[in-house]
């Protein structure tokens, strides 16, 4: 047990000591550390003015940089990383960074607020590699906002020095993490079990802790609603929870897979699966975020939690006490936010069938901000014509109930159906038979139950009539 939080910041060991293991990387920068480049705007991984870098090499010894948002990230979670800010900017001879200069130079700053957290995107984008392609820029600065400059200069800036990799050196070793690290200080104690055993006995004897991964989710709770949690699970390195795998047509993902691995995998038939996971958080976001997480936070409004139903996913759990089962995803979810995840659970791995050539596989996300934003209505929808007949659906919604469900009442009406425009119709009127959507303020019950019959159309009209543009993002 230590109170040292060793990691590699700006290039140089760090011994943090001293503080709590759940206190934000962003307070400690702006505080011990001094290091008040880094901006808090939001403390909800909203406006990015907060973005550092997490630093690593791949396996084969690529580099990679991940932007993440400093406000949601606990300092336990660094131990054993490298992390950079923007004072950890330089070029070659020691000038300023060429992103720095091109967004001076560029005019794409003013009050100098937001600055900090676009630069530290902008490099974490020129250090990927990547062409100036605009999908991919306005992609990469999606997570921040500006409100006084204008987002062309910076669109502009990052253009002009995209593709230049090689003015980042690659990153020193961190002190990487070794078997099971325990870090306390003050009121709580941060578990980081490296091995599969670890961390089920630890879920087995303190059934109330922490269960963090990415802590796009629970990092809230410290950063904006300042909770102090006795006991922190990290369950980020346990090698299990990390395995990815694409085999015999089934795709099977660790619970600490994070959105940014997982995306690679979301191509082809599940292209329409990856569009919505880049619009469910940006790159900060995905760098940290795990499906894992997000089923077991089981919102109704959970993104990935329609697309597993239309999938007919299966969740893997594990205990200590009885081993790995394997409950159907259609059984997981038993109440607003409540699952059949026993106390002593955990997570293990999410799996599904891709779908098949000439399937019809959709994903509809409606929401007040396109990007970034919580959905209004989310719709899923898994079907299969042949010969003109309906021969298998699934329909999933989220937002549209106290957990996120299928429409089974619509896929009955829609099984063994000819696939027209009239059957469509008669299903989408039959959607208040299957919800009963509350009121809030993103959106009436009447509003959403028109919407969901509106994506069932638009489903139909995808599906026939692949000439028509029936998705508009701007004019």
Request: charged share 20%; hydrophobic share 45%; proline share 6%.
């Amino acid at each position: 047990m230590s109170d040292t939080i060793a990691f590699t910041l700006n290039d140089r060991p760090v011994e943090a000591t001293g503080i709590s293991p759940a206190m934000t990387l962003l307070d400690w920068l702006r505080g011990p550390a001094r290091l008040t480049g880094t901006k808090e705007g939001c403390a909800e991984g909203d406006c990015g003015a907060c973005t550092v870098v997490f630093e690593r090499l791949s396996s084969s010894g690529a580099r990679i940089c991940e932007p993440v948002n400093a406000c949601l990230v606990m300092m336990g979670q660094v131990h054993g990383c490298a992390v950079r800010t923007v004072e950890g900017l330089r070029g070659r001879d020691g000038a300023p960074h060429p992103v720095q200069i091109a967004l001076a130079e560029g005019d794409g700053t003013q009050c100098g607020y937001c600055t900090p957290g676009i630069v530290m995107s902008m490099y974490a984008f020129v250090a990927g590699g990547e062409p100036p392609e605009p999908t991919l820029l306005h992609d990469a600065l999606a997570g921040n906002l500006c409100r006084c400059t204008g987002y062309r200069p910076i669109v502009d800036a990052m253009a002009r020095v995209a593709g230049h990799a090689a003015d980042a050196a690659p990153p020193p070793a961190a002190g990487s993490v070794t078997g099971n690290a325990v870090l306390m200080h003050g009121a709580t104690r941060f578990d980081v079990p490296a091995t599969m055993a670890g961390l089920l006995a630890l879920r087995r004897d303190h059934p109330d802790a922490w269960l963090l991964a990415g802590g796009t989710d629970l990092g809230l709770l410290v950063s904006h609603d300042r909770q102090i949690p006795a006991r922190v699970v990290h369950v980020a390195r346990v090698p299990e929870l990390q395995a990815l795998v694409l085999e015999h047509g089934r795709l099977r993902i660790g619970a600490a897979v994070t959105y940014a691995r997982l995306l690679p995998f979301l191509e082809g038939p599940l292209a329409p699966f990856g569009a919505m996971v880049r619009r469910l958080g940006s790159r900060q976001i995905r760098a940290l975020g795990t499906i894992g997480g997000n089923i077991g936070t089981a919102s109704p409004i959970g993104d990935t939690l329609p697309v597993l139903l239309a999938l007919d996913a299966s969740v893997r759990l594990r205990s200590a006490a009885r081993g790995a089962r394997l409950v159907g995803i259609d059984d997981f979810f038993t109440g607003y936010r409540k699952t059949v995840l026993a106390p002593d659970e955990i997570i293990e791995a999410v799996d599904f069938e891709v779908p098949l050539h000439g399937d019809i596989f959709q994903v509809d996300k409606v929401s007040k901000r396109r990007d970034q934003d919580i959905s209004t209505v989310l719709g899923a929808y898994l079907l299969r014509v042949e010969g003109g007949i309906v021969r298998t659906v699934r329909l999933a919604f989220g937002g549209m109930a106290a957990t996120p469900a299928r429409a089974l009442r619509v896929e009955t009406a829609l099984l063994g159906q000819a696939w027209t425009e009239a059957t469509i119709e008669r299903a989408a009127a039959m959607l208040g038979e299957d919800f009963q959507p509350l009121d809030d303020w993103r959106g009436s019950a009447a509003f959403r139950l028109t919407v969901a019959g509106n994506l069932l159309r638009r489903l139909y009209m995808r599906a026939s009539r692949p000439d028509l543009v029936v998705e508009i993002d701007q004019l």
